[in-house]
């Protein structure tokens, strides 16, 4: 199949996904106790006071009512004002959700320069001492609460070392990369734990499988045999474990974006869970799918240039 | 601040504040780490703290609360008086004010400001100011504020945010139709009478402020306020960021340090470890009715919730939770509120007594109840875990529900609740706010507890408009009497407010109402 | 798939081992907790808050002087009980429909896949918070929660290994023979795919672990007083300056069970390669 038939087709895919999606957090957000008046408003306010603003909202009409208004709000790619912030759903998005897939790409980078060759170190070298030191250092990697991790590599590297700032988000592209890096890394190291497990297991599966065996009887140089079978066929499952993990980083960063104090998505998205604030969390569900399946669609094709068999 | 420097000079003393003898330096930007940003910075369509407790830098009141919080100095009006009657306000506004835009500030802006917040459509605040009836401006310097009832809580409620001056000219010529849209519009580039003025701001991340160039306020060294050029806010939800940062010296200033920090940082170099004094309360609040979703409730009892009380050992609650740097509640309200009464901690820790209360209360073997704590709040999940221990001593059985904040709050509107966390800070220099929400049932059910006394709720109505400040004093105290010995709450504890400067920061303060005033701060260079 | 009984123990593979050894021992402080802790983990000492690690209590005390390490001991009943139930659901549905899906193919691989874009598509903690905040918080919420979204990572990679393994000989060799699919799928197939499944799942386990912990820090995991190496971590994440023990400990233990899981995922790795 041609390439460009088989990234129609996927984005075609996506039209029924996002409709799911759609309505699964529109009734999902409604569906949890309290409204963006009470949550807002917290203690002090009055009934009367929460009668009012909610029809000041528009939250007190009838809930296909709101559908519709919500579906139209869709279509034109216009997903409302946040009712705590009182800004444009897009604006804020357009704000927050690049900070969150920049952290997310730079830790992907770093979780795989980390993972691929201590994957191939460790599995060549299997149960010998390099092998036992890398699968320890990531397994404590791996251990560690991401906010605690956060917290060593901030008092470590920022407040006694004074290598990287504190936290926080800087002004330029190079100071705000600068500023990712610390916490890119605390996102890596658990990733590249989970991609280093996988792939040094999948390695030895390769390795030890009938078709190297039958690669080296034919006389195959054992580095074209590395290369050619062992990297291609031990990244399949790896590829595919590394596209899901990104999909949970874009999500899920919310704990790293709190320690490190980075205006992203994450927080945004907490944020507005717990206020209540119904249009930001439909716009960005919305928003985080679409970059998801982006990175799904990605991944698909990275596994169908490995792998050909998988693709038909 | 001329007149009332002695006085507030001492009390900054007393109070252990920032204000120092040495020659004030001017210029440069203070950075302030917050723990959440703001959400909407409109002085009447706000709703939260995080927008209350900096709103005072960019839109200044007639008059302002005193360093202390509990009194009322000139502010944009030099000068105001009470008519005999108490029926009417008259003030006096100082000569050549000016918005941060250069416009003059005129009794047309005032009486536009006045009336958005007086108007029942906009926002929550307008109860502080309801006996308003009119505002009038008999010539170019003088307002005149008349009221439909005597209210002894007016003066206080013009230093109130919500009273903020703003310009009438600006604010109607911003894009939109309703009010809120405008207020949204005008938010985004706003320009104000307060000695800062938004400059940028990058939600969730930073917040810039800017000197107001038109201020009229003098400092110590005779030229116009504010003393700094900026204020940054930087937003920094993580507690342990938030001190790193101001150790490494990347902010001054840092907000809410959590009472397990506080002796470290009273130690630490370089670090200024305040603890202003505020009006935060802290308490449980119990829902008293009968029967809470068909089930009767013990807690409706009043000889449990004094047993309740009794078991609560709120000495040794302060020390796990807030590291002794809470005391122990001596009312409802907090030391630091106008009219407070009491001088021992309430209920004295005393298990016997509390197991007798239990037995006469026909509850010798206990029951179990449940308590709603704020997920993620580390206090709340403390306090709750506390008196789980202390209260499973006279028989009753706690369980602990984290939920977030709407969770909370519906079933605590709803009645459903059986027992949840409560928190109060004051708006206004006055008791009438507290009392309203927590002991006048009228207001929100006594705390949405369904708590009601019928002499309570006379005197607060009688209290409303007492212009004899004995006989109002007279009335508070017996409000709080009742409230205290059978009330719907478990009062634990009042706390002061954790603030950790760098020691360049002078004349920072942050008052018990929360405002964190950066109008006389400035930076040792 | 775990029948071992032909292999001789001293055959099995080290990490094996340690991995079950370090298991063994968790679970049995999981079942008899109260057996090996020296105090009441839920006991409070208003004499002894915040004390550093002594002969009376080897892992110092918290701030509400309990004992640190008889909480360890306790919450070991709570994590492996994460561990295990917040991954057990995912990890068996997920493998059966995922290798059902990577047989059969076709339209059904193409359904499935647009079930599983919309469920991973879907941000986790939206849904987490949703569903604990509409249920109620504690910890079967978290593994509902946990649930309807970890399958369908056991089913993709199970499916991209069974799409990989059906066009193999010996898939072909089954077929010819006229076994019925479902032994191909499960007898033939299944086995040859699963090692990576069951190293993720390995994983998986301890990352539920952390996930309890990261639910802890937002309130949202094990609720008060019961003790959890996440929430303990969390709470004494304010001390970590005046009290290290108080968080320091914990993290140990979630380490060493960390490590558990992946050298037992190790070992069974190398069996099942080894029965091949």
């Given at each position: 199949m041609p390439l460009t038939e088989f990234i129609v087709r996927r984005l075609l895919q996506l039209i029924p996904t996002l409709i799911f999606i759609l309505i699964v957090v529109f009734v999902l957000v409604r569906l949890l106790p309290g409204d963006p008046t009470s949550a807002i408003l917290g203690d002090r306010g009055t009934d009367a006071d929460i009668a009012r603003i909610n029809r000041q909202l528009g939250i007190d009409q009838p809930i296909w009512v709101q559908f519709w208004l919500f579906v139209k709000s869709v279509m034109s790619l216009d997903f409302g004002n946040s009712i705590v912030l009182k800004r444009p759903v897009t604006e804020l998005i357009a704000q927050r959700l690049p900070i969150t897939v920049a952290l997310t790409l730079l830790a992907a980078l770093i979780s795989v320069l980390l993972a691929v060759p201590l994957a191939f170190v460790a599995a060549l070298r299997r149960d010998k001492l390099a092998d036992n030191a890398i699968r320890g250092a990531f397994q404590v990697g791996l251990s560690m609460p991401v906010f605690y991790l956060g917290l060593i590599l901030l008092t470590v590297f920022g407040a006694r070392l004074h290598w990287f700032p504190v936290g926080g988000y800087g002004d330029t592209f190079f100071d705000r990369l600068y500023h990712l890096i610390l916490p890119a890394t605390t996102l890596a190291l658990s990733l590249s734990a989970i991609l280093m497990r996988n792939l040094r297991a999948a390695i030895i599966g390769v390795v030890d499988a009938e078709y190297v065996s039958f690669a080296r009887a034919k006389g195959l140089a054992p580095r074209l045999i590395l290369i050619r079978h062992v990297l291609r066929n031990a990244l399949i499952s790896t590829v595919t474990l590394f596209g899901l993990s990104i999909g949970t980083l874009l999500g899920g960063a919310v704990i790293t974006e709190t320690v490190f104090a980075i205006p992203g998505a994450g927080r945004l998205m907490v944020d507005s869970i717990y206020g209540r604030d119904y249009p930001v969390v439909q716009g960005l569900t919305i928003a985080l799918a679409v970059l998801v399946s982006v990175t799904f669609l990605l991944t698909d094709l990275l596994q169908a240039y490995l792998d050909p068999r998988v693709a038909r | 601040m001329k007149l009332f420097s002695a006085a507030a000079l001492s009390v900054a003393v007393l109070l252990g504040s920032t204000v120092s003898a040495l020659a004030v330096e001017r210029g440069g930007v203070m950075t302030y780490g917050r723990y959440a940003d703001s959400l909407f910075l409109d002085p009447v369509l706000n709703d939260a703290n995080v927008d209350i407790w900096i709103l005072t830098n960019m839109y200044d009141t007639l008059l302002m609360p005193t360093d202390d919080g509990k009194g009322v100095q000139p502010g944009l009006a030099s000068d105001y008086k009470m008519a005999d009657d108490g029926l009417s306000v008259t003030l006096t506004l100082r000569d050549g004010i000016k918005f941060s835009d250069g416009s003059p500030i005129t009794p047309d802006d005032v009486i536009f400001s006045l009336g958005r917040a007086t108007n029942?459509?906009?926002?929550?605040?307008g109860f502080l100011i309801s006996s308003i009836a009119s505002v009038e401006s008999p010539d170019p310097k003088t307002i005149v504020i008349k009221l439909s009832r005597p209210d002894p809580a007016i003066i206080p409620a013009l230093t109130v945010f919500n009273t903020a001056i703003m310009p009438k000219a600006a604010f109607e010529a911003a894009?939109?139709?309703?009010d809120a849209e405008k207020a949204e519009a005008f938010s985004q580039k706003p320009v104000g009478s307060g000695p800062f003025v938004l400059d940028s701001w990058d939600r969730g991340a930073t917040m810039k402020l800017v000197k107001n160039p038109y201020y009229w306020d003098m400092g110590e060294d005779g030229q116009p306020l504010p003393y700094l050029d900026g204020v940054t806010f930087e937003i920094i939800p993580d507690d342990a960021t938030r001190i790193l940062r101001l150790q490494s010296g990347e902010i001054d200033g840092a907000e809410f340090i959590p009472f397990a920090r506080v002796a470290e940082l009273q130690a630490a170099d370089g670090i200024n470890m305040q603890l202003f004094p505020s009006t935060k309360v802290n308490d449980i609040i119990i829902n008293v009715r009968p029967q809470i979703e068909g089930k009767d409730n013990p807690l409706s009892n009043p000889l449990v919730r004094q047993a309740m009380n009794y078991a609560a050992n709120k000495e040794a609650i302060v020390q796990i939770v807030t590291m002794g740097v809470g005391t122990p509640l001596s009312s409802f309200m907090s030391t630091a509120t106008p009219l407070h009464s009491g001088d021992g901690p309430l209920f004295p820790y005393d298990v016997e007594k509390a197991k007798a209360l239990m037995v006469e209360a026909g509850y010798a073997d206990g029951f179990s109840t449940s308590i709603l704590t704020l997920a993620g709040n580390q206090d709340d999940a403390g306090i709750a875990t506390a008196l789980q221990q202390m209260w499973g001593a006279i028989g009753i059985n706690l369980e602990i529900k984290q939920v977030d904040n709407a969770s909370r709050t519906e079933q605590y509107r709803g009645g459903t609740f059986e027992m949840r966390t409560g928190g109060w800070t004051d708006d206004i220099a006055d008791p009438s706010e507290i009392t309203s929400y927590f002991a006048y049932s009228p207001t929100i059910d006594a705390l949405h507890s369904g708590w009601k006394s019928e002499e309570v709720d006379a005197l607060f109505e009688a209290s409303q408009s007492e212009t004899d400040p004995a006989k109002r004093a007279e009335q508070y105290a017996r409000i709080q009497e009742i409230f205290n010995s059978e009330g719907p709450t478990v009062a634990l504890f009042e706390t002061p407010y954790p603030v950790a400067l760098s020691t360049k920061v002078q004349g920072f303060n942050q008052i018990p109402l929360g405002n964190n005033i950066f109008r006389a701060a400035w930076l040792e260079k | 798939m775990t029948a071992l009984p032909r292999i001789r123990l001293t055959r099995l593979p080290r990490p094996l081992i340690i991995g079950g050894t370090i298991l063994g021992i968790s679970l049995i402080l999981a079942l008899f907790p109260a057996a090996f802790a020296p105090y009441d983990p839920l006991a409070f000492d208003y004499g002894a808050l915040n004390q550093a690690p002594s002969m009376a209590h080897p892992f110092g005390t918290d701030n509400f002087g309990r004992d640190v390490l008889s909480r360890i001991i306790h919450a070991y009943r709570v994590d492996m009980q994460i561990a295990i139930f917040a991954t057990v659901f995912a990890f068996s549905f997920g493998t059966i429909i995922g290798a059902l899906v990577g047989y059969v193919g076709g339209r059904v691989e193409a359904l499935f896949g647009r079930l599983v874009d919309a469920i991973i598509t879907f941000p986790f903690l939206v849904l987490v918070i949703a569903i604990v905040s509409v249920l109620g918080p504690g910890l079967i919420n978290m593994y509902i929660a946990v649930s309807v979204v970890g399958w369908v990572f056991y089913a993709r990679i199970i499916a991209a290994e069974i799409k990989v393994q059906k066009r193999l000989d010996y898939a072909d060799a089954g077929r010819a023979m006229g076994y019925t699919h479902l032994r191909i799928i499960f007898r033939h197939l299944l086995p040859n795919a699963i090692t990576p499944a069951v190293v993720y799942w390995m994983t998986d386990m301890a990352l539920a672990i952390l996930l309890g912990s990261s639910l802890g820090y937002l309130g949202l995991g094990a609720q008060p007083p019961a003790a959890e190496w996440g929430v303990q971590i969390a709470d004494g994440k304010n001390f970590m300056s005046t009290a290290w023990w108080i968080s320091v400990f914990p993290g140990f233990a979630i380490i060493l069970t960390g490590l558990g899981f992946s050298l037992l995922g190790d070992g069974l790795a190398e069996v099942m390669r080894a029965r091949k």
């Open positions: - | 029942p459509d906009n926002g929550i605040w894009a939109g139709t309703t | -």
